[in-house]
C-alpha cells in the first residue's frame, strides 16, 4: 500500500475519536462539565465548551490534512494535559464497593496510556506531515511522500 494510503488511514484513524467526542460536547457539556470541575478547574462549563470546539475542530483538520503539523501539535499536548489532569489518580466513588472503584482506577489508567500513546501518534503526524492526500498538499506545504 502507498505510503500516503497509510498516512490517510492513519489521519482517518486519529482524527475519528476527536470529532465524535468534540460535537457531542458542544451539544451538552454537562458531562464534561462535571469533570473538570472535579479536576479543580474554574469555568468548568465555558472550558467543556472550549474542549469540545477545539477537538471537533482539530479532529476535523487532522481528517482532511489542514495545518495538519501545528494542529497535531495542539493535539499532542492536549491528550498530555487530559492524561496528566484527568486520568492519572486512583477513582473514588462514594458509595461504590471497594471492587468497583479499583476497576474504575484501572480503567482510568489504561485511559492515561491511551492518551499517552494517541499523543505519540500526533508528535509523528506532526514531524512527518499529512502525506500528499491533503489539503496541506494542494496548499503547496511540506508533505510526506
Keep these: ?5 497509510v498516512v490517510l488511514v492513519g489521519r482517518i484513524l486519529l482524527s475519528v475519536m476527536f470529532i ?9 457539556p454537562s458531562g464534561t462539565a462535571g469533570m473538570i470541575a472535579g479536576a479543580g478547574l474554574p469555568a468548568s462549563t465555558a472550558l467543556a465548551y472550549l474542549a469540545g470546539l477545539f477537538e471537533l475542530v482539530s479532529g476535523l483538520f487532522i481528517l482532511v490534512g489542514f495545518q495538519t503539523k501545528i494542529t497535531a501539535y ?3 499536548l492536549f491528550c498530555v494535559f487530559t492524561a496528566l489532569v484527568f486520568h492519572s489518580g486512583p477513582i473514588n466513588v462514594p458509595d461504590f464497593p471497594e ?8 480503567f482510568n489508567g489504561l485511559m492515561m496510556m491511551k492518551n499517552l500513546t494517541i499523543a505519540g501518534g500526533f508528535l509523528v503526524l506532526a514531524a512527518f506531515g499529512p502525506g500528499s492526500i491533503s ?3 494542494r496548499r503547496g506545504a511540506p508533505v510526506v511522500a
Excluded: I, Q, R
Excluded at 500500500?1 to 494510503?5: G, L
Excluded at 468497583?100 to 482506577?105: Q, V
Design 135 to 137: 489539503v496541506d498538499a
Design 99 to 106: 471492587a468497583a472503584n479499583g476497576l474504575l482506577t484501572m
Design 74 to 76: 495542539l493535539l499532542a
Design 1 to 5: 500500500m502507498p505510503h500516503n494510503v
Design 20 to 28: 465524535l467526542s468534540g460535537y457531542p460536547k458542544l451539544l451538552d
